[in-house]
Each structure stands twice: as C-alpha cells, then as structure tokens.
C-alpha cells in the first residue's frame, strides 16, 4: 500500500498539485504586487511539467486558450471585475500555470468524463469564491451565480480536458 502510495506517478502528481498551490497564490493573493515572484514560480511549473515524457506543447497551448476564453466569458458577462483589469497579468500567469499543471497532475482523468466534470463543477467555483475574498476578483452578481457559472464553466472545461487528454495519449500510456 505504501508503495503504491510513493510511486514515482503519486509523487509527480502530489508535487504538481502542491507547487500549483503556490503559483495560486503568488498569482491570486500577491497578484500585480508578487509578479517578480510569480513568474519563476510559473516558469518552474511549466519547466517541469514540459520535462515529463509525454508533454505535449499544442496540448499545453489549447488549455491556456480555453481557460483564457472562459474568464474573457465571465468578464464580458459581468459575472466578476478582476483587481488590476480586464485580463491582468497575474491572471494570465496563473492560466499558464494551471495548464501545464492540469497535463501532468490530472493526467489519470484522460477519458474519465463524468469524474473529470464533477471536479471541474466541485473545485473550480471555488477558487474564485476564495480568490474574490482575498481581493483578486469583485463578483459583480450574488455570489450563487458565481457559483452556478464557474460550476458550468469548470465542469466543461474538465471534461473538454478529459478529452484532449485521451485524444493526444500515446498507445503505450493506455
């Protein structure tokens, strides 16, 4: 059991989810202020996670540009105004982060689209929940249409990356 637990794909993952912890928060908490310490911390990220066997950097691209349309969505909604502008920088770093996280951290949810939807709809509106109290993001709706937008939001966006993850996985990754 342990074994299984410290295996080298656990560590991996373990790892890119807890360096991600810091990207977000240089990028949500410090924001503008903290972008001399983002940035190489985001570089790491995307250095490490391009390093695995198997990154795909079309892949890595397509997540970026999805995630940076869904928050383009939500602004031009009205949903929420982010601190520093229409699509400022921090925000920006931390979409660079998360998709080169989500390629080597969420790897195992390739074609699991149900489960992939269900963390999407679980942990995604709550990112910006905690982000909008730090000061990163002022919700311009109740906070339960936040909710119910991001919840949709990040539900698609985990399935459409359950998708493109099991489209570009080698034959020897299934």
């Known amino acids: 059991m342990l074994g299984s637990l410290l295996s080298k794909d656990s560590l991996r993952r373990v790892a890119g989810l807890l360096w991600f912890d810091l ?35 079309w892949l890595y691209l397509q997540l970026l540009v999805l995630g940076l349309l869904f928050e383009t969505v939500v602004v031009v909604s009205g949903i929420l105004d982010f601190t520093g502008g229409f ?21 195992w949810l ?23 109290r730090l000061g990163a993001a002022e919700l311009q709706v109740d906070e339960y249409v936040m909710w119910l937008i991001y919840g949709l939001l990040w539900g698609l966006y985990m399935v459409i990356f359950a998708y493109l993850m099991k489209r570009n996985k080698r034959p020897s990754e299934e």
């Not at 202020?33 to 983002?38: F, K």
């Not at 920006?92 to 951290?105: E, I, K, P, Q, R």
């Open 23 to 57: 990207v977000w928060f240089c990028t949500v908490a410090g924001r503008n202020d903290w972008l001399l310490v983002a940035l190489p911390v985001v570089a790491v990220q995307i250095y490490l996670s391009s390093t695995r066997v198997g990154f795909n950097w």
């Open 87 to 107: 699509l400022p920088l921090w925000l920006v770093a931390l979409w660079l982060g998360f998709a080169a996280m989500v390629t080597t951290t969420l790897d």
């Open 110 to 132: 390739a074609g699991r689209y149900l489960l992939a939807a269900l963390i999407g709809i679980g942990s995604g509106p709550m990112t910006y929940a905690i982000g909008s």
